[in-house]
């Protein structure tokens, strides 16, 4: 063989290996992710082929389905409202919220063997989907989108005792079932109505942080609710703005229970200030103000950034830390039951492949955040719920907030309403109402 012929069957045994290594590689190592990638066409005609499993409210509504018939089945979202928690799947737009989250169970790929799953594939005959329960109360999350209406903000209701999230609502939202057809209008619309507010956007909590700051303030012995405070009325500083009290408290001097009942801030400046850097820290680790909230569909938190050089900014609620509507939701449920921060739950129940429904468990724990007798007093301090305002940084614009819990004794409901460049009267006004709403369930 000439040396010519010779780099040429060279060159063709190089190409074939790569080829070889190729297909090896998209055939067997990257079998799953191509299988699981919502444009494959092979799962598009497997979507419309086999029934997509439903998914539940608590009660049995359901709040996602398929419509039609094998080979033509397509999504359908009763309630398209609650798009922000239940997402959409889309062959265009892959997937979000629960449809994305779920999408093992939801397609029926979960908790089947590799051979099982291979076998249907070849036969055509993949696995039946299969159905979900969330913790959702439809009629209360109906009454929270209700309450809500026009305004941009969001609203996060939990059980106490459990932590199964009984409503999210986040405005303005958009319709699912017709996703396709508006996608570009709703990725160009400046209000952002695919964000989940409720659980994915960053909000300064402003005076939002008083209650665990005095609670935290009265169990580690530094003051007591009738402690005088001549200069309550003082207005906080933050950068070229100014924060006072929420409610003109007159020239009479306030207590410290008189001036958190005011929404005043100064107050908690001089408090953090005195429980020091490492507490202040401490105490919103307790809160899991830095984790992002388990709970199956995407969630997050504020980096853990130091506060040492701005204590007197973080205990106000202006410094660096931010919040979602849900972490200030599972605190006030942390003060209706005696200081322990709940475990939150979204989905509770899942179908098995044999058709039995297994519980869902919780993906973290409950924690003591604070003792039950400095959490009782506050909480006592609180019967109507606690109105809130914090400062973006940018001139006119404001952020209110208001939380609180249903009834005082053996709360069923814990709440957080957040409204961008709203009141926090606006604000208190919604979570009564949808507070209220719960009072017949």
């Given at each position: 063989m000439t040396p010519q012929l010779r780099r040429l069957a060279l060159a063709f045994a190089a190409a074939f290996a790569l080829?070889?290594?190729?297909?090896?590689y998209w055939a067997f190592?990257?079998?799953?992710?191509?299988?699981?990638?919502?444009?494959?066409?092979?799962?598009?005609?497997?979507?419309?082929?086999?029934?997509?499993?439903?998914?539940?409210d608590r009660n049995g509504a359901p709040l996602a389905y398929s419509v039609g018939e094998p080979g033509e089945f397509t999504r359908y979202y009763p309630y398209p409202d609650l798009a922000p928690v239940l997402g959409y799947i889309s062959a265009f737009y892959g997937s979000a919220g629960v449809e994305a989250a779920a999408d093992a169970v939801l397609h029926g790929d979960a908790g089947r063997d590799e051979l099982s799953l291979w076998w249907g594939d070849l036969l055509g005959a993949p696995p039946p989907g299969r159905d979900m329960r969330l913790s959702i109360d439809l009629r209360l999350q109906m009454a929270a989108d209700e309450a809500l209406g026009d305004h941009t903000g969001a609203v996060a209701?939990?059980?106490?005792?459990?932590?199964?999230?009984?409503?999210?609502?986040?405005?303005?939202?958009?319709?699912?079932?017709?996703?396709?057809?508006?996608?570009?209008?709703?990725?160009?619309d400046p209000r952002a109505p695919l964000l989940n507010r409720a659980t994915f956007a960053l909000y300064q909590p402003g005076g939002a942080l008083q209650p665990i700051i005095l609670a935290a303030a009265l169990q580690a012995g530094l003051t007591q609710l009738d402690a005088p405070y001549p200069s309550?009325?003082?207005?906080?500083?933050?950068?070229?703005?100014?924060?006072?009290?929420?409610?003109?408290?007159?020239?009479?001097?306030?207590?410290?229970?008189?001036?958190f009942q005011h929404g005043c801030p100064r107050p908690f400046a001089d408090l953090g200030q005195r429980l020091g850097a490492r507490a202040l820290d401490q105490l919103f680790k307790d809160f899991r103000f830095y984790e992002a909230p388990a709970i199956v569909i995407p969630t997050t938190a504020a980096p853990h950034l130091e506060t040492t050089s701005q204590v007197p900014l973080a205990a106000v609620g202006q410094g660096a830390l931010n919040l979602t509507p849900l972490h200030l939701a599972l605190a006030a449920a942390a003060i209706a039951r005696g200081g322990e921060l709940p475990a939150p739950r979204l989905v509770i129940a899942e179908q098995q492949p044999d058709g039995d429904w297994q519980?869902?468990?919780?993906?973290?724990?409950p924690i003591a955040a604070l003792a039950p007798e400095y959490a009782d007093q506050v909480k006592a301090?609180?019967?109507?719920g606690h109105q809130a305002l914090a400062l973006t940084g940018q001139e006119g614009q404001s952020l209110a907030w208001y939380s609180g819990f249903a009834p005082l004794d053996e709360a069923r409901y814990a709440i957080a309403v957040l409204l961008?460049?709203?009141?926090?009267?606006?604000?208190?006004?919604?979570?009564?109402?949808?507070?209220?709403?719960g009072g017949e369930r």
């Open positions: 080829v070889a290594l190729t297909t090896g190592v990257a079998q799953d992710s191509l299988t699981a990638r919502l444009d494959n066409p092979r799962r598009v005609l497997a979507e419309r082929r086999v029934k997509r499993g439903t998914i539940y209701l939990v059980d106490p005792a459990t932590g199964e999230i009984l409503a999210l609502a986040s405005h303005p939202t958009y319709d699912p079932n017709h996703l396709e057809a508006e996608w570009e209008a709703l990725v160009s309550a009325a003082v207005p906080i500083i933050v950068g070229d703005l100014r924060l006072g009290c929420l409610a003109a408290p007159g020239s009479r001097a306030l207590t410290l229970a008189e001036a519980p869902f468990a919780s993906l973290s724990h301090l609180i019967a109507e961008e460049d709203g009141s926090p009267q606006e604000a208190a006004k919604i979570g009564r109402e949808v507070l209220t709403s």
